[in-house]
């Protein structure tokens, strides 16, 4: 098990950690701040600096077994055996990017209200792809994303049980990936009065840290799918 600090607190950029678990992916740390990959979101890059001042790059963080999260090396890097300790750092200029990415993106579901079909996070770009056929108006999206960037809405997030979640349904807007059951409570992000969905993804802590965004492609993927862009401005 590892202890996922980035969910209580997403702009921890470090912390100290042990190693639990060396697998053929990389490392198991006892705790981490790095997120591993998904929701559309990648894993975070990032070093871990041993006592020794040996640095490893860290180029991707994935999902291990259960609660583990496993921090994958470069090829050929000297694995840390278990019980070394270690400082782990995140990139965080990328992290922030799709902290800033990821709210975004929740705002441009509550300006489109359509099913979700999918998304993927970038630093630079982002998208949705909508359970939509109408034609999307641009400068009125682009006009309304703003609009709630602007307000500097809080972002906070809360957990519910996995029975509130079932009474519940209207709350899950993926129509293709459905939050994990079985921990007994699932993650929520809510922007109170603007979106409240399960989600376990890492968001800034107001709208305004998001900045200015521009709708980019709207593509067609579909009879019934709208693949819609996002860019930083």
């Known amino acids: 098990m590892t202890e996922a600090l980035f969910r209580e607190d997403a702009y921890l950029k470090s912390c100290e950690a042990c190693v639990t678990e060396v697998t053929e992916q990389g490392v198991i740390l006892d705790r981490t701040v790095f997120y591993p990959l998904g929701g559309g979101q990648p894993g975070d890059t990032g070093e871990l600096r ?3 001042e040996t640095v490893l790059r860290v180029v991707d963080t994935r999902k291990g077994e259960g609660d583990a999260i496993v921090h994958v090396f470069e090829e050929g890097a000297q694995v840390p055996v278990v019980g070394t300790r270690l400082e782990a750092t995140i990139d965080w200029d990328r992290r922030y990017a799709h902290m800033r990415m990821h709210t975004g993106l929740h705002l441009l579901g509550t300006v489109l209200k359509y099913g979700v079909t ?8 982002s998208r949705l792809d909508f359970d939509m056929q109408d034609t999307v108006d641009k400068e009125t999206v682009t006009r309304e994303l ?11 997030t809360q957990w519910i049980t996995d ?10 807007r993926t ?8 921990a007994g409570r699932v993650r929520l992000l809510n922007i109170p ?13 107001h709208t305004g840290e998001i900045g200015r965004l521009r709708l980019g492609k ?5 009879a019934r799918n709208r693949r819609v862009n996002i860019l930083f401005e």
């Open 50 to 52: 041993l006592a020794s």
């Open 118 to 125: 999918g998304g993927s996070i970038s630093a630079m770009r």
């Open 146 to 156: 703003n609009a709630l960037v602007k307000a500097d809405h809080p972002v906070l």
């Open 163 to 172: 029975a509130e979640l079932e009474a519940q349904p209207e709350l899950i």
């Open 175 to 182: 129509m293709s990936v459905k939050p994990p059951r079985g």
């Open 193 to 205: 009065g603007v979106d409240l969905q399960p989600c376990g993804g890492t968001h800034v802590a």
């Open 218 to 222: 709207v593509e067609k993927k579909g």
